[in-house]
C-alpha cells in the first residue's frame, strides 16, 4: 500500500451498500449465481469424473495411495491457511464450496478451454515451441480459478468483504485445484508403477512444490479481486488491483512453468517457486494490514468502547498479543480466567467481524454484543474472585511470618 493511499473508511463501514446476507454460508437457493456455480461444479464432476475412474480402473492400490496422500495434504493446507488468518471467521460449509470449485468446476472447464487455448498459443508461437505451455496453461486456468472467488463474492452470504478474504477463499480455490490435479497426474504417473512411484510425486509436487502451486497463484488473484470489491478508493485502483493481481497471478504461473533452470526437477522447482513464494508473502501482508487497520477503525469508531475498546484491540490484533494476554490472565488468576479471557477474545472478534460484514445492528451484531457483555462479565468476577483468593493468601503468609516471628 502506498504513503498516499486513505486507510479503508471504517468509520461508516456499516453504510457502505452491500448485499444484505440471507444465510450463514455461500449456500442461497434465491441467489443466481450460486445455481449457476452449482451448475459449473456438476458439469466438471461429469467431466472430470471418467479421468478419476480410469485411473482408478488401471492401477487401484496406486490410485488409492494417491487419493489418501492428496487428500490429507489437503487437509493439512487447510489448517495452514486457517492458520494464517488473523481473526479466524470462515464458514466451513463456504470453504467446502470454494475447494469443490478448484477440484472440480475449474477442471472441468479447463478441458475445454486449456486445449483452445494451447492450439492458439500453438499457432502463435509455433507447436514446437517449448514456451507454448507456459503461456497457454496461465491463460485459461488463471482465469476459472478465479470465477470461483468471483461467484464468492456475488454472494451475500459468502460474505467476502476485503483483500484477506479474497486471498482466503483464492487460496482455497487453488488448492482445490492443485489436489484434483495432482491427484490425476499421480494416478497417471503411477499406473505402471509402483507405491514409489506416487511418493516421489507427492514429494515433488505436494511437499516441495506446494508452496509455490495453484493456491498461491489464485490466492494472490483473489486478493486483487477483494480489494476490487471493498476498497474505498477511486475506479482506477481498483481495477488496477483486479487486473494485476490476475496479471501477476498469470506470470508466476507463466514462470514458473517455463523450460528456464534445466536440471533436476526439485533444483528448478526451488529455484523458480522461491520468487513466486516471496511475491505471495507480500501480498499477505499487504492484505493482513489493510484488513488490521480496518478492525482498529471498527473499534475505534463504530463498535462502543464496554464492548471493544481501542486498548482491547490492541490485544486482538495478533495472535501472539491474544497468546500473550492469556498467559498474564493464567498467572493473575490460574487457568479458568486464562479459558475466560480467551473465551471473551473470541466473542470480541466475533463482534468486530459481524460489524465488518453485516454492519453495526445487524442481528449477528445485536446477539454477539450480548455475548460479549456476559463473557466480560464472567471474567470479571473471575478476575475479582482471583484477586480477592490472592489478598487472602498474602494475608495468611503475612499472618504465618508475623507468628513465626512472635515465637
Known amino acids: 500500500m502506498t504513503a498516499s493511499e486513505q486507510q479503508p473508511y471504517t468509520v461508516s463501514i456499516a453504510a457502505l451498500p452491500r448485499l444484505i446476507p440471507r444465510t450463514s454460508t455461500f449456500v442461497d437457493v434465491r441467489s443466481w449465481v450460486f445455481w449457476v456455480g452449482l451448475a459449473l461444479t456438476v458439469y466438471g464432476l461429469v467431466r472430470w469424473s471418467p479421468h478419476i475412474a480410469r485411473a482408478i480402473q488401471t492401477a487401484p492400490d496406486t490410485a488409492l495411495l494417491a487419493a489418501s496422500l492428496w487428500l490429507l495434504y489437503g487437509l493439512a493446507f487447510i489448517v495452514i491457511l486457517y492458520r494464517m488468518e488473523l481473526f479466524e471467521r470462515r464458514s466451513p460449509i463456504t470453504v467446502i464450496g470454494a475447494l469443490l470449485w478448484g477440484a472440480l468446476a475449474a477442471p472441468g472447464m479447463g478441458a475445454i478451454a486449456a486445449p483452445a487455448m494451447h492450439d492458439v498459443v500453438a499457432s ?31 454472494i451475500p452470504g ?148 464496554d464492548l471493544v475498546s481501542p486498548g482491547d484491540f490492541s490485544t486482538l490484533a495478533t495472535r501472539r498479543a491474544r497468546r500473550r494476554a492469556r498467559h498474564w490472565a493464567e498467572r493473575r488468576g490460574g487457568r479458568p480466567t486464562a479459558r475466560a479471557l480467551r473465551r471473551l477474545q473470541g466473542a470480541q472478534l466475533s463482534l468486530l467481524t459481524a460489524a465488518h460484514e453485516d454492519g453495526w445492528g445487524s442481528p449477528r451484531t445485536v446477539e454477539l454484543s450480548r455475548d460479549v457483555r456476559i463473557l466480560s462479565a464472567t471474567l470479571d468476577r473471575r478476575q475479582g474472585a482471583a484477586d480477592a483468593q ?18
Open 124 to 154: 502463435a508461437l509455433g507447436a514446437d515451441n517449448p514456451w507454448v505451455t507456459s503461456f497457454a496453461a496461465p491463460l485459461s486456468e488463471e482465469p476459472l480459478k478465479l470465477l470461483g472467488v468471483l461467484a464468492l463474492a456475488l
Open 158 to 305: 459468502a460474505r467476502v468483504r476485503s483483500a484477506a478474504d479474497g486471498l482466503f477463499y483464492g487460496a482455497v480455490v487453488g488448492l482445490g485445484f492443485q489436489i484434483s490435479e495432482s491427484f490425476l497426474y499421480t494416478a497417471t504417473f503411477a499406473a505402471e508403477g509402483t507405491a514409489e512411484t506416487v511418493w516421489q510425486m507427492f514429494l515433488l509436487r505436494g511437499v516441495i512444490g506446494g508452496l509455490w502451486s495453484h493456491a498461491t497463484f489464485t490466492a494472490i488473484a483473489g486478493a486483487g479481486l477483494g480489494y476490487f470489491f471493498n476498497a474505498g478508493t477511486s475506479s482506477l485502483r481498483r481495477w488496477a488491483a483486479l487486473l494485476g493481481g490476475l496479471g501477476l497471478a498469470m506470470a508466476l504461473h507463466g514462470f514458473f512453468d517455463t523450460p528456464w533452470f534445466s536440471g533436476t526437477a526439485v533444483v528448478s522447482s526451488v529455484v523458480k517457486g522461491v520468487p513466486v513464494l516471496a511475491l505471495f508473502l507480500v501480498v499477505l501482508r499487504w492484505a493482513h494490514l489493510r484488513e488490521r487497520r480496518t478492525f482498529a477503525g471498527l473499534a475505534r469508531h463504530v463498535v462502543p468502547d
Open 390 to 407: 490472592r489478598r487472602i493468601d498474602n494475608q495468611r503468609r503475612i499472618d504465618d511470618r508475623s507468628a513465626q516471628d512472635r515465637r
